[in-house]
C-alpha cells in the first residue's frame, strides 16, 4: 500500500475526541477502498460482433493491472480473474481494440467488438500522374480510464461522468439483447437455419446483419420462441431473394 499524504491545518487539535474519530474513520475509510480494490474476482462473459452479434472466438483478452491474459473459446465465451477496478483490454484481427472498465465484481459480461474497416484512398488519374485524394482524420474513440470509475457525485457533469454513464447505459442495452445474443449464436439454430433455406454461412450472416438493422427492436424480446419465430421468417423472405 502507498503512502497517503494528508495536509493538516495548524489550528487543527488532534487531541480533541471529535477529531480523533474523525481521523480514524478516515483511516478505516480509506483502508477499506483500497483493500476493496485489491479484491480478486473472476469475470465471465462473451464477445461477440457489434453488428451480427455472432460470437468471434480467440479474441485476446489482457488485464492492465495484473498483467494476466487468456483467450476467447470457439464458442466465444471467457473467463479472467483478476481484480476490482481493473481495466480488460480486447483485441482480435480484423477488429477496433476495446477497453472495458470494471467498475464493480461483474459476471456474464457482453463485449460486443467493432469491424476495423480500412478505407483505401480514392485514386484518381489526371494524364500520367496520380493523385492521392485525402481524407481528414476521424475523431479517436476515447476510453474510460481507472479514474472514471471512482468520479465524485459533484463532477455530475464532467466529461469523465458522462464517459462513466454512457459505459453504464451500453452495459444496460447488453443486459437485455442478451437472450437474443444466445439464441443467433446457438449452433443448432444456426445449422437448421442453413438447411432449411439451403443457404451458406456468408449469407447467414449477411441476412443476420440486415436482420438486426431493420428489426431492432427483436433484440429486445426475452421470448425465445418468439425471436426464433421472426428469425425464420426473416430469413425465409430474404432467401427466396
Known amino acids: 500500500m502507498k503512502g497517503i499524504l494528508i495536509s493538516i491545518p495548524a489550528h487543527f487539535n488532534a487531541r480533541h475526541p471529535i477529531a480523533r474519530i474523525a481521523i480514524c474513520f478516515f483511516l478505516l475509510m480509506v483502508t477499506g477502498q483500497w483493500l476493496y480494490a485489491q479484491k480478486t474476482v473472476t469475470i465471465t462473459g462473451m464477445v461477440v460482433d457489434s453488428t451480427s452479434l455472432v460470437a468471434i472466438p480467440s479474441v485476446h483478452i489482457s488485464s492492465t493491472r495484473t498483467n494476466k491474459g487468456t483467450v476467447v473459446d470457439a464458442k466465444g465465451n471467457f473467463r479472467i480473474t483478476t481484480v476490482v477496478f481493473d481495466t480488460l483490454v480486447f483485441t482480435s484481427i480484423g477488429y477496433k481494440t476495446l477497453q472495458y472498465l470494471l467498475l464493480v465484481d461483474e459476471e456474464d459480461i457482453l463485449i460486443r467488438l467493432t469491424e476495423n474497416v480500412i478505407i483505401l484512398p480514392e485514386l484518381t488519374t489526371q494524364s500520367t500522374r496520380l493523385q492521392e485524394k485525402v481524407y481528414a482524420e476521424r475523431a479517436k474513440v476515447v476510453t474510460p480510464s481507472l479514474a472514471e470509475g471512482i ?73 425465445e420462441s418468439e425471436i426464433i419465430e421472426q428469425l425464420t421468417a426473416f430469413f425465409r423472405i430474404e432467401s427466396r431473394r
Open 151 to 223: 468520479g465524485s457525485p459533484f463532477t455530475y457533469f464532467s466529461k469523465k461522468e458522462k464517459e462513466k454513464r454512457t459505459l453504464i447505459k451500453v452495459r444496460e442495452e447488453n443486459v437485455r439483447i442478451r437472450t437474443y445474443v444466445e439464441v443467433v449464436n446457438d449452433p443448432e439454430f444456426k445449422q437448421g437455419i442453413l438447411a432449411d433455406f439451403s443457404i451458406s454461412e456468408e449469407e447467414y450472416h449477411k441476412i443476420l446483419v440486415k436482420f438486426n438493422t431493420v428489426n431492432r427492436q427483436a433484440q429486445y424480446l426475452s421470448s
